[in-house]
């Protein structure tokens, strides 16, 4: 009884020698994989990979002497100011507790309301527009990099779409560059690793039509809300006079506010400074931000050869496998066949 135990144990050294014995049929079937693998590899070529890596190019100098004018006015209007809040003006009538002074009528427009343009400012506005989701999700799905119809549903073709996003990105190609002296201005690259060159190509090539359109309609709604903020500014400060002038006894100080109100009705600072802005590119069709520079993109190309020797490997290593197991399995229920007790 005990023998017949023993017997029945499985032994290491059975499974060696199984092995070992069969080693000529273990080998056929691990060359027979790889064969076949190579020939389907072969027959059916991968599709070539790319690292892809375009240039973002801020505007040039010349392009940027174009916001000179409408910065300078800026500026001046800044300077006008400071020298307002730190004078000490007297107030239009000594009986309203300094509440309403001659620098509201003159100091109407509030100059950090608008932001100077420049070529760093443009080229940031760009790349956040790069970053925003929405608009390379457009591009994905007008290009149609990822087929709809291979996913199951729109959850599935979504989570493609983020990972692809993903893959994009924004690289520094040239840190820290001198810019008017003192300030430093990073410039950036695109990356992703891609199959297809002219729809890459074509890809950038709307990317960088629509953001430039997105900072340009930024620009302009952003300047014509500070118009319009200002404008409200100007309505209750004329709202405020009449409030005094209806309330004020002494002659003199009625006029003086009469006075003060008809400035402020006659001021052009406002349209002075719409007047500035409308010669600024940002009206033009040909207004730039930044540009992807798309014919200058570099493709290196990625190395395939050893995807595909990685790929032999590993099925040559896993028809190795197998056939070990199911050979040993085989052999092993062959050999103990016998000591399993029949059902009567």
Not at 15 to 34: D, E, G, P, Q
Not at 175 to 200: A, G, H, P
Request: avoid cysteine; aromatic fraction near 12%; proline fraction near 2%.
């Amino acid at each position: 009884m005990v023998k017949k135990q023993k017997d029945t144990e499985i032994n290491i050294k059975d499974i060696f020698s199984i092995i070992f014995s069969n080693k000529l049929k273990i080998s056929l079937v691990v060359f027979f994989t790889i064969i076949i693998t190579y020939f389907l590899q072969y027959n059916n070529p991968s599709t070539p990979e790319f690292l892809a890596v375009t240039k973002i190019k801020p505007i040039s100098q010349f392009e940027e002497s174009k916001y000179k004018s409408y910065n300078n006015y800026l500026k001046s209007m800044a300077e006008r100011n400071n020298i307002l809040k730190t004078s000490s003006l007297p107030s239009l009538k000594e009986n309203y507790s300094e509440t309403f002074k001659i620098n509201n009528v003159f100091n109407l427009v509030d100059d950090s309301f608008f932001d100077k343009i420049d070529k760093k400012i443009l080229y940031n506005l760009f790349l956040t527009k790069l970053i925003d989701t929405k608009i390379i999700d457009n591009a994905i799905k007008k290009f149609n990099f990822l087929n709809k119809e291979k996913y199951k549903n729109n959850n599935e073709y979504a989570s493609a779409i983020s990972i692809m996003k993903s893959s994009i990105k924004l690289l520094p190609w040239q840190s820290k560059v001198k810019y008017q002296d003192e300030e430093l201005i990073n410039y950036f690259t695109i990356e992703m690793r891609i199959d297809n060159k002219d729809e890459w190509k074509k890809f950038l090539l709307y990317i960088n039509e629509i953001l430039n359109l997105e900072v340009k309609d930024y620009l302009n709604e952003s300047f014509y809300k500070s118009i319009e903020d200002q404008e409200d500014i100007e309505k209750y400060i004329i709202e405020d006079i009449n409030e005094l002038i209806k309330t004020e006894k002494n002659i003199s100080s009625k006029e003086s506010l009469l006075r003060n109100k008809l400035l402020i009705e006659r001021n052009q600072e406002l349209d002075r400074l719409k007047k500035v802005f409308q010669k600024t590119p940002i009206i033009s069709d040909n207004f730039s931000s930044a540009a992807i520079l798309t014919e200058s993109t570099e493709y290196k190309a990625l190395n395939l050869e050893n995807k595909k020797y990685k790929r032999l490997f590993v099925n040559g290593f896993t028809s190795l496998i197998i056939s070990i197991i199911l050979l040993v399995f085989v052999e092993l229920h062959r050999k103990y066949k016998s000591y399993i007790p029949k059902k009567y």
